[in-house]
């Protein structure tokens, strides 16, 4: 039928759910997932399975076809009625194999790491689906927060915006890496702290950094937790320096970026430190 009707959506591995959505939403059949007589079809899951076949292909560079016609869909569950796998050619090398376009969420560098009062916490790369829990960390910030992360004050407005989040949030991993904390509070997911690391333009071998934590969680080790989590990042990617710009005033992220290693030097008609760390 698809192939009767040609409704279909490109899209290129590894996809994540909101370019999956993305995806289901292009398709002529999109409008019928959305409820028919009463009945609807999970769009959620199905965005899901799109996401877990896209990770099967990036997992599994031999895979050259990968096909499930039809995939039944009821309200609440999906049934792969038919699918076939072709692989590419034996004589192919693996360094002759098709790679991504985009690199694949990097999952090495998720870690475990808990809070002195013992809540239990992850360390991970940002993903275009914490856009929501970064609107509410954006809210959260005080004013004096802000100023000292942006140097200038910045409207919580704006920097909740969508347009502000869906460039901090979807990014290119090979350019930058944004590291957040996430805790569980009364059963909901909440992000408390954020690390980025966003290489020079045209130099792949340089990186600045940048560190925010929410006021509620100063004092507690997470700044320098992530900045070293960061270091060690750029350490595997291949980076022979990392540096980065601080206020005068932020006292507290001098003494970080000392601790982690970071030479401090002032720059007195700027007004800022400059703390730099050769790898």
């Keep these: 039928m698809v192939e009767v009707y040609r409704d279909s959506a490109l899209g290129l591995p590894p996809l994540n759910t909101t370019l999956a959505h993305s995806m289901i939403e292009k398709t002529k059949v999109f409008k019928a997932l959305q409820g028919f007589r009463g009945k609807k079809t999970d769009l959620e899951q199905l965005a899901v399975l799109l996401v877990r076949c896209s990770n099967l292909v990036v997992q599994q560079p031999l895979i ?29 090398s693996d360094d002759d194999l098709p790679v991504p376009a985009i690199r694949p969420y990097p999952i090495q560098y998720i870690q475990q790491w808990n809070l002195p009062d013992g809540t239990k916490g992850v360390i991970r790369p940002i993903v275009p689906e914490d856009e929501p829990l970064m609107i509410e960390f954006n809210q959260n910030l005080s004013t004096d927060s802000i100023y000292l992360r942006y140097f200038h004050h910045v409207a919580k407005m704006h920097l909740s915006s969508h347009q502000q989040l869906a460039r901090m949030c979807f990014i ?8 957040v904390l996430e805790i569980v509070v009364q059963g909901k997911k909440k992000i408390v702290g954020l690390g980025q690391l966003t290489k020079v333009n045209g130099v792949d071998t340089q990186a600045e950094f940048a560190v925010l934590v929410l006021d509620d969680y100063h004092h507690q ?16 990617e291949g980076l022979s320096e990392i540096f980065g710009e601080i206020v005068t005033s932020n006292v507290a992220m001098k003494s970080v970026a000392t601790k982690c290693g970071f030479t401090i030097s002032s720059d007195n008609e700027s007004g800022v430190y400059r703390a730099q760390l050769k790898l």
Excluded: C, Q
């Design 64 to 92: 050259k076809t990968f096909d499930i016609n039809p995939l039944l869909a009821l309200t609440d569950s999906f049934i792969a009625l038919d699918a076939r796998i072709i692989l590419h050619e034996p004589h192919i």
């Design 172 to 179: 290119d991993y090979n350019r930058e890496m944004s590291l």
């Design 221 to 236: 080790g997470i700044g320098k937790k992530i900045l070293d989590s960061l270091v060690n990042i750029g350490r595997t």
